[in-house]
Every structure is written in C-alpha cells, then in structure tokens.
Nanobody, 124 residues
Framework: QVQLVESGGGLVQAGGSLRLSCAASGRIFSIDAMAWYRQAPGNQRELVAAVSRGGSTNTADSVKGRFTISRDNAKNTVYLQMNSLKPEDTAVYYC??????????????????WGQGTQVTVSS
C-alpha cells in the first residue's frame, strides 16, 4: 500500500520560512514527477512547483524566486523550501506523486497519489 506523508507545515510570520517534506512509502519501484499543490479557502487547487525524476523543475510565477522544490530519489521524498512567505501563501499544501509504479510480487501498478495535506498559515 502506497502512502504519501507530508510534514513541515505550521504558522509563520510574513517574511519567514518553512520547509515542507513529503515521503512516499510502500513497495515503490519508481516515481516519475513529484509536485506540490496548494488550495486556499474558496480557491481551486493550484500547482506550486514540480520536479521530474531527472531533476528538472517547474515553478509557479507567484512563488518563483521564493520557493524551491527538490527531491531525493533514494528516499522517495520531495521537499519545498519556502522563503519570504506572504499572507497570500496561506493554504493547505498537498504533495502529489505522478506515475508512481508500485509492485506486489511480480505485478506492477502505476497511478497518481496524493498526500493528506498540510496547513501553512502566514500571518501579517
């Protein structure tokens, strides 16, 4: 059974920093892309940043220069370093693993997985 577990959220003042982590566990053979999304109350879920297995990254314009995504393939873990946080960054942040291939015996299964979400609150 594959699980994505996020950590690192919390309350921080504007201008502060937080580092989110998301670890995928289970019988994992490979993970293609990993990403962070966020959803604020009343808004749709939006992509914050994504990183490919090879390390190529894509970052939303709203956080470019402030947020950095990285991953450790050996640990099946993705990170989001968030600096210079603003009140508008307040949201629930979700980890996503795209085209994650898991196995059971000699059988393989590929699908997309989501974490449970972690709250980030930035006070002004």
């Amino acid at each position: 059974q594959v699980q994505l577990v996020e950590s690192g959220g919390g309350l921080v003042q504007a201008g502060g920093s937080l580092r989110l982590s998301c670890a995928a566990s289970g019988r994992i053979f490979s993970i293609d892309a990993m990403a962070w999304y966020r959803q604020a109350p009343g808004n749709q879920r939006e992509l914050v940043a994504a990183v490919s297995r090879g390390g190529s990254t894509n970052t939303a314009d709203s956080v470019k220069g402030r947020f950095t995504i990285s991953r450790d393939n050996a640990k099946n873990t993705v990170y989001l370093q968030m600096n210079s946080l603003k009140p508008e960054d307040t949201a629930v942040y979700y980890c996503n693993a795209e085209r994650l291939t898991s196995y059971k015996g000699s059988s393989f299964y590929t699908g997309d997985y989501w974490g449970q979400g972690t709250q980030v609150t930035v006070s002004s």
